[in-house]
């Protein structure tokens, strides 16, 4: 078996000019104590200069944080803390809602679960990782009938502490925020208020769009209906109107099936671009910003070679440290030879440019997620951060995983 997989990768370096890069990058466990961890987000939630982690894991039913424990420790598996029990987690974040210095986490569930869970941190930062001192409460109005997949914390109506703006799929699918009160851990009294109809958002950014000097935000939403696509939701500012329907504005993939997406300045003109993958075409769209005002945009198509699974994740940054940005890109149903994570590189520029794969998972792991470059080893280059949520009856996935950058 290892000789056939050897030969399937030179097969893939010979044919499709993969380059030198063939070379499968060293994997490290953070976690795989439950089944179907499902995405990472990152926060510095100790004040150390290094990333910390919180995950949801669906099939397990849990919400973990991960604690970076140094980088003479970052190979070995972290120090961790359950933060609540959270049945059908699909999201998990970081945000210090109530003002108190520590970072609690916010879940996000779906299936037949469909709540929200403020995961409420121990203000004693040497108590962070006793679960004991954790408390998991129900967010009251987030009892609304809907899959919630994915929230951003954001201050929206500029008053009281951080806001929370989610996003839900399938039927009742919406998008919204819900208003922080005065005292945030009285969760009867945060209101929500409903600013788009959605199908299934996959991704979410705040961005001032249109650089009126307020946070807009930016969604791939993934399922066939009138919001599908890559769009924009215009804030209007004043209260009165945040409360209602924000205008919808189109990036591009209207009529597709977007993936997760990044919003990143691509092509070095300053101007923030949309990356995102989708699995209609199978291609990777860089969605090209032309002007300031958000209303402009020009798309071009990245196609995915044949040898490769179905899109989930793309994210930008600087791999190989030669100045120009690349591209990392994670997959599912990567059964067999497959293979579930590449990076792109490309030779001159990124319109038009014959974009190169260079392996990084091998065929190990079906169902990759949400991607996160950063340099967890300390030694200056970016790392993949990942989690693998295969499940099934003999297997659990790789669980909460990184790949250590070799290029340097």
Known sequence: MKKVIVCFLFHLCVVFSLSSQCTIWKRHTIDATFSGADGVRIADVNNDGLSDITTGWEEGGYTKVYIHPGFNLVRQKWPSVIVGKTPNVEDAVFVDLDNDGAMDVVSSTEGNNKKIYINWAP???????????????????????????????MQVDGKNGIDLVVASKNKNAKIGWFQSPKNARELSKWKWFSISSATWVMSMFTSDMDNDGDLDIVVSDRKSGTTQGVRWLENPGKLRKQKKEWKNHFIGCQGLEVMFMDLKDLDGDGLEDVIVTEATTRKIWFLKRLDKSGLRWKSFPIAIPEFASKPK??????????????????????????????????????????WQWHTISGPLGIKYDKIELVDLDGDGDLDVLTCEENYGIDSKGLGVIWYKNPIK
């Open 123 to 153: 203000s004693n930062p040497n108590e962070y990782l006793k679960a004991e001192k954790w408390k998991s409460q129900v967010l009251t109005i987030s009892r609304l009938n809907k899959q919630w997949m994915y929230c951003v914390p």
């Open 313 to 354: 994740s793309v994210v930008v940054g600087d791999i190989d440290d030669d100045g120009k940005p690349d591209l990392v890109h994670s997959f599912e149903k990567a059964k067999g030879e497959k293979e579930g994570i590449y990076w792109l590189s490309y030779k001159n520029i990124p319109i038009d440019s014959d």
